[in-house]
């Protein structure tokens, strides 16, 4: 029942292939979705295996209910606060043999119109990952300062015309609060010149971008679970990470970096020996990208990056991205 989803999982093949390092080992798919992925890597793991999922909304929460299999559970979580939820079932840092993140939204999320993360479907203005908390990109929209809102749709959305949207959605909304999808893309389609280069690109599509980060705080949940799962991987412990747009992967790359090459922060003028030098708590990492045929089959899969890397047994340091 659940083999479309199977066929649509960006990197289908690549991710488990390049997470799963022991099919004896313990193992976390952060963003479960349609499991996809986490289907995936059970297949490569042996009785003893184990797989912890989470995902943020309950409607993937519930899909999971399909999986029967013990190696298997499920936590309706936010990905960044895996550490905690992990020591809640007993593991704790260092004990982990790989994390998985397949970040962003997803098909589900984005084709139903109630969720309201789509300009094309006229729906309520929600755009939540979690749908039992938090606040809808509508409430965001009216009751958010016009400097605040112009800088997440230039900082997420990276829009030229961030500015006159943000005084655009001020002015609108004081005649009539942001209900529903259509509300936003219309206004935004006023505004905004169509892209003469794009034609195909609704005028929207970087607002919303941006609205989405920003009411789901995506870029603070990759930067926590990154560290996260520097925590509690094991060493040779495997982390693997799929993006799907620039802001998410640089700061995957940025992270990775940083881990594998920590001498490079220190000061150059600073005479420190050799031996004295900070050991990469990250080591063999892999750049990976979906082949011509998966784009071809999935065009979804074109923006994808799959970056992978492994922890050595260093002491973790929290880092910075
Ligand atoms: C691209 S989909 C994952 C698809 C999945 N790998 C599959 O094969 O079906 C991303 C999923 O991650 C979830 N998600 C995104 N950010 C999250 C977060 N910070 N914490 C938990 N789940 C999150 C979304 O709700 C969505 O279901």
């Given at each position: ?7 649509l999982?960006v990197l ?11 099919p004896?080992?313990?193992y976390?798919?952060?963003t479960?979705g349609r499991g996809g ?6 297949a ?5 295996g184990?797989?912890?999922a ?13 999986i029967?299999?013990?190696?298997f559970?499920i ?13 809640r079932?007993?593991?704790?840092a260092?004990?982990?043999d790989?994390?998985?993140?397949d ?14 993360f ?24 009216n ?17 030229r ?10 002015a609108?909304?004081?005649?009539k609060?942001?209900a529903?999808?259509?509300?936003l893309a219309?206004l ?9 280069k ?5 005028p929207?599509t970087?607002t ?5 980060i920003?009411?789901n705080r ?5 930067r926590?679970?990154l ?11 495997r ?9 998410e992967?640089r700061i ?14 220190l ?16 080591v063999?990492?892999?750049r ?5 045929a998966?784009?071809?089959a999935n065009?979804?899969a074109?923006?994808?990056?799959l970056?992978?890397?492994t ?11």
């Amino acid at each position: 029942m659940a083999e479309p989803f199977v066929h649509l999982s960006v990197l289908g093949e690549e991710s488990p292939e390049a997470l799963v390092i022991r099919p004896d080992g313990l193992y976390v798919d952060g963003t479960f979705g349609r499991g996809g992925h986490s289907r995936r890597i059970l297949a490569k793991l042996a009785p003893e295996g184990r797989l912890i999922a989470f995902d943020r909304d309950p409607e993937a929460v519930r899909a999971a209910a399909e999986i029967d299999d013990a190696r298997f559970r499920i936590v309706h979580a936010p990905f960044s606060t895996m550490a905690e939820e992990l020591a809640r079932l007993g593991v704790a840092a260092g004990e982990v043999d790989g994390v998985f993140l397949d970040i962003g939204v997803s098909s589900p999320q984005i084709d139903d119109a109630s969720r309201g993360f789509s300009f094309r479907f006229e729906g309520p203005l929600d755009m939540r990952m979690d749908t039992t908390t938090g606040v809808t990109a509508a409430e965001w929209l009216n009751t958010t300062d016009e400097k605040t809102i112009r800088r997440v749709i230039d900082l997420y959305g990276e829009e030229r015309f961030a500015g006159p949207i943000a005084r655009a959605i001020v002015a609108r909304r004081a005649e009539k609060p942001f209900a529903t999808t259509g509300d936003l893309a219309d206004l935004v389609a006023s505004v905004v010149p169509r892209n003469k280069k794009d034609m195909g690109q609704h005028p929207a599509t970087r607002t919303f971008q941006a609205i989405r980060i920003e009411v789901n705080r995506e870029l603070e949940e990759l930067r926590t679970a990154l560290n996260a799962a520097g925590r509690l991987l094991a060493p040779a412990g495997r982390l693997a990470v799929i993006s799907f747009h620039s802001l998410e992967d640089r700061i995957v790359k940025r992270f990775f970096d940083r881990a594998a090459h920590p001498e490079r922060d220190l000061d150059p003028r600073l005479p420190i020996p050799v031996s004295k030098l900070p050991k990469p708590a990250f080591v063999d990492v892999e750049r990976i990208r979906p082949s011509e045929a998966e784009c071809a089959a999935n065009p979804r899969a074109r923006s994808a990056i799959l970056r992978a890397g492994t922890r050595t047994a260093e002491p973790w340091t929290n880092i910075e991205v």
